[in-house]
């Protein structure tokens, strides 16, 4: 049986959807949370969920391995013997992952975090219940990768949103209740995960569909670990990048430095919603196509992305300031507005990038960007500690913005593409610029709001022209045409 494949578009709007909902209910929430338990107590929450999203790299990158293989399997026994060996497999992984976090966890916010001495009984109580969330990660990954396999991407997305609903509001209810510590939370947050798995599983097993008894197949493991070792390495050392500026943050600063950097850095990453939108709708069909199509489909993306993004970047750029002024009041916003900015600036040259990183993981090339964050770990955490130590949460947001830079060259250059990019995102460095130095003036409002008018429609008329007329109905078909070709030779 093959799998329908719904048009790129519709696939990515259904994956952006399922991204924006959760952050609707994110905006409403923050404001609550900073208000109902303090900027501290928040931060160390922050924290807490931080070291989450690296012990997810227990998973040992089975979630996208999964993707790649039943993506390209025929038969539903195939993609079973598949399933159930990397749902085992990471399974028993996120247990060590969990029992590694338990005790690792005690010694991070007992000796190393910064925070008030009350709060230091309240982290070390909750350090169970977080160590029990790493099991449901991990799991989560290889549910989510068989239906993203099966472009079943309205399921991925409702169950993804019931679980990150569950784990922003379920703690903010439980300090409704009058249960507001830090253990309370974190047993909130791990109730709304597991809403999210049980969901996911049984959306799993009707896309799948299952059949049989979950076994581990030794046919399957081989496979698996070396697509998914490589990724499992890239899945322990990209998590590391992401979440080491929190870390030194905390470690130097403390847990009301965290919020601040922490509230703006998540804003801003509303943004990488579109790329990763279309990064999950590309990677099943990037592995099915045959060379020559995926590279001219990956080409055509690229044009898109920039030149939808680019708008977005700039609208965001000039009304960062404002809008943080109206959601969490002046004092924090200007702080965190400089913080979002240069965190957009990253966002904006790494955005485009995107279907480059999901093409080299389809094509069965995961190493080649595992090797490159293994070398930019050293010098990244030298810069990123220097710059914390000089600037404090505004260094850190320079130091992300240069490693988002350093990715994009490299996964643009990795996949023949540099030339290309430079060459799309040059046409739009006048753009940027224009929006940030008028967030510097200090001129009438009125004159604000008519400059940064002109400047959104030049930007959004200038970068339509970007997209020749062929781009549109390639990107919609090209797929299509590549499987459909594929599927006449039987791969």
């Given at each position: 049986m093959t799998t329908p494949h719904p048009r790129i578009a519709r696939s990515t709007l259904i994956n952006l959807a399922g991204l924006l909902i959760p952050t609707l209910v994110s905006l409403a929430t923050v404001p609550l949370y900073l208000r109902w338990i303090g900027e501290v107590r928040y931060g160390v929450l922050l924290l807490a969920f931080s070291l989450l999203g690296y012990f997810g790299a227990f998973d040992l990158g089975l979630g996208r391995a999964v993707a790649q293989r039943i993506a390209r399997q025929e038969n539903d026994e195939e993609r079973n013997r598949t399933f159930w060996t990397a749902f085992l497999l990471s399974a028993g992984m996120g247990i060590l992952g969990g029992i590694i976090l338990f005790f690792l966890g005690h010694w991070l916010f007992s000796d190393i975090f910064q925070m008030p001495i009350m709060l230091h009984a309240e982290a070390q109580k909750a350090i169970p219940w977080l160590a029990a969330i790493v099991p449901l990660i991990a799991l989560i990954s290889v549910l989510a990768g068989t239906l993203e396999a099966r472009?079943?991407?309205?399921?991925?997305?409702?169950?993804?949103?019931?679980?990150?609903?569950?784990?922003?509001?379920?703690?903010?209810?439980?300090?409704?209740?009058?249960?507001?510590?830090?253990?309370?939370?974190?047993?909130?947050?791990?109730?709304?995960?597991?809403?999210?798995?049980?969901?996911?599983?049984?959306?799993?097993?009707?896309?799948?569909?299952?059949?049989?008894?979950?076994?581990?197949?030794?046919?399957?493991?081989?496979?698996?670990?070396?697509?998914?070792?490589?990724?499992?390495?890239?899945?322990?050392?990209?998590?590391?990048?992401?979440?080491?500026?929190?870390?030194?943050?905390?470690?130097?600063?403390?847990?009301?430095?965290?919020?601040?950097?922490?509230?703006?850095?998540?804003?801003?990453?509303?943004?990488?919603?579109?790329?990763?939108?279309?990064?999950?709708?590309?990677?099943?069909?990037?592995?099915?196509?045959?060379?020559?199509?995926?590279?001219?489909?990956?080409?055509?993306?690229?044009?898109?992305?920039?030149?939808?993004?680019?708008?977005?970047?700039?609208?965001a750029i000039l009304l960062m300031h404002p809008f943080l002024f109206l959601w969490i009041g002046e004092t924090l916003a200007a702080k965190m507005a400089p913080i979002a900015i240069i965190i957009l600036l990253g966002i904006w040259i790494n955005g485009p990038s995107y279907p480059c990183y999901a093409f080299l993981q389809a094509t069965g090339r995961p190493d080649i960007m595992t090797k490159f964050y293994i070398i930019q770990l050293i010098p990244f955490l030298i810069a990123l500690w220097l710059l914390i130590e000089w600037h404090g949460i505004y260094g850190a947001a320079v130091a992300w913005s240069l490693r988002m830079l350093a990715d994009a060259i490299a996964w643009f250059s990795a996949s023949d593409g540099l030339v290309n990019a430079l060459k799309l995102i040059s046409r739009t460095i006048p753009l940027v610029i224009t929006a940030i130095f008028l967030t510097t003036l200090n001129s009438n409002r009125y004159l604000f709001i008519l400059f940064s008018g002109l400047l959104i429609f030049t930007t959004t008329y200038l970068c339509l022209r970007m997209i020749p007329h062929s781009s549109i109905s390639k990107i919609l078909i090209i797929n299509n045409f590549a499987i459909s070709r594929r599927d006449k030779k039987n791969y």
């Open positions: 472009q079943a991407f309205v399921s991925l997305n409702v169950s993804q949103i019931i679980g990150v609903i569950g784990l922003q509001t379920l703690p903010l209810l439980s300090v409704a209740l009058g249960r507001g510590s830090i253990a309370a939370l974190i047993a909130a947050a791990l109730v709304g995960r597991l809403m999210g798995v049980i969901v996911m599983f049984w959306l799993t097993a009707r896309k799948l569909p299952f059949s049989g008894w979950p076994a581990l197949h030794r046919a399957e493991i081989g496979p698996l670990l070396r697509f998914g070792g490589w990724v499992s390495i890239s899945g322990a050392v990209t998590p590391l990048l992401t979440i080491i500026d929190r870390i030194i943050i905390g470690a130097q600063l403390g847990a009301a430095a965290v919020t601040a950097y922490t509230v703006p850095f998540n804003l801003s990453q509303r943004l990488t919603y579109l790329p990763y939108a279309l990064n999950t709708t590309l990677f099943p069909r990037f592995s099915k196509a045959q060379e020559e199509d995926a590279k001219g489909l990956l080409r055509q993306a690229v044009t898109v992305l920039t030149a939808i993004q680019t708008p977005f970047i700039v609208l």
